[in-house]
């Protein structure tokens, strides 16, 4: 995975572009913006120019109230401000090919709608561990790649690719088109987490605990699977129920 490894040097957290004209040069210049917060109702010259540039990325995009702009900083904001993310995103587009010319068999994990950050860096610490190419994720109702999170996965996201997608769908079925199969964890089947065969190229997609996988993920996926469950207790969090998923993959292609 040493190709797909980033600068060991990681971005400041929590760094803050503001000021309209700066924000639109940190997009032109490919900066990885975590997030973009505008006040809403903001008109002006320039304000066309930054949403015409918004539409073209997949930069998630929160209209807010201005006291929300003035907690985050006390500078002259002029009602737009930008996180610079702490780590630098990747294409799951770049990753793949990258996977099969290497001769590895691809093991992605897709992460549908987990907001919590602490839950993301676990997933990220268990998902660096047992080998994982890659983490995809949502542009939007995901969780933030901030100090917490980084913190909580160990320093595992500055080394595992984290692949931004606007839609996960698209991206599943582009993972299906270069041979990989899709598993998702989910209860709502009768079929356990060691039916599939993860020996072959796998994408597992883990989805947010109240809301679960989305149903377009859902009907596209080759496999549901889910993990069996005793007691009184009905449910994981959804970082343990990562890790147990992933853990058998890691158990079949290890013993294959």
Request: hydrophobic share 40%; glycine share 6%.
């Amino acid at each position: 995975m040493e190709n797909f490894r980033r600068s060991s040097r990681p971005k400041e957290n929590n760094e803050f572009v503001f000021g309209i004209r700066a924000v639109i040069e940190a997009i032109k210049a490919g900066k990885d913006i975590e997030s973009i917060y505008i006040q809403r109702g903001l008109t002006g010259e320039i304000i066309p120019e930054l949403k015409g540039l918004l539409r073209e990325t997949d930069i998630p995009v929160h209209n807010v109230p201005v006291e929300k702009l003035n907690r985050m900083t006390l500078k002259n904001h002029q009602g737009v401000i930008a996180v610079i993310s702490a780590i630098t995103f990747q294409k799951i587009e770049d990753i793949i090919p990258a996977i099969y010319e290497k001769g590895e068999t691809p093991l992605i994990l897709i992460l549908d709608g987990i907001t919590d950050v602490r839950n993301m860096g676990a997933i990220a610490r268990t998902a660096a561990c047992t080998g994982v190419h890659a983490i995809v994720v949502p542009a939007k109702n995901s969780a933030q790649i901030n100090a917490d999170a980084i913190k909580t996965s160990a320093g595992a996201l500055f080394s595992i690719p984290v692949c931004r997608h606007q839609n996960l769908h698209k991206t599943a079925l582009y993972l299906q088109e270069c041979g990989l199969q899709i598993v998702a964890c989910t209860e709502k089947t009768n079929d356990l987490i060691y039916a599939p065969d993860y020996t072959a190229p796998t994408a597992i997609v883990m989805g947010a605990e109240d809301e679960g996988i989305s149903n377009e993920i859902m009907r596209m996926a080759n496999y549901l699977a889910k993990i069996p469950m005793f007691g009184e207790i009905g449910s994981l969090n959804v970082s343990v129920s990562t890790g147990v998923i992933l853990y058998e993959a890691i158990r079949q292609r290890t013993i294959s």
